[in-house]
Nanobody
């Protein structure tokens, strides 16, 4: 299983970015795919997750209403549309995956076995 995150960059507060996670080596429908973010010196925060056949979508309160997660199973892609960005959204963003049937807390870091490299999002004030 391989994951590759992309789409980070520098944006002004109030702006938007779309992150993408390309997956390979898995049947996407059986997996939960999540986005996490991490600021240096802080714990990694789970911010959104989407499952396949189960149709589960969940968001952390910190991003609810501003971020939207989606998946394209035909292209093995998961996107995170981030709108109304705030300076406090600045972080390295990671995508992660694991088999949905084995999971309990979809926004908990140690539930995930497979991780992509991070992509940096910087929101200027």
């Amino acid at each position: 299983v391989q994951l590759q995150a992309s789409g980070g960059g520098l944006v002004q507060a109030g702006g938007s970015l779309r992150l993408s996670c390309v997956t390979s080596g898995l049947t996407l429908g059986y997996f939960a795919i999540a986005w996490f973010r991490q600021v240096p010196g802080k714990e990694r925060e789970g911010i959104s997750c989407i499952s396949g056949f189960g149709g589960i979508v969940t968001y952390a309160e910190s991003v609810k209403g501003r971020f939207t997660i989606s998946r394209d199973d035909a292209k093995n892609l998961v996107h995170l549309q981030m709108n109304s960005l705030k300076p406090e959204d600045t972080a390295v963003y990671y995508c992660a995956a694991d088999v949905l049937a084995t999971m309990h807390d979809l926004l908990k870091e140690d539930e995930y076995s497979f991780w992509g490299q991070g992509t940096l999002v910087t929101v200027s004030s």
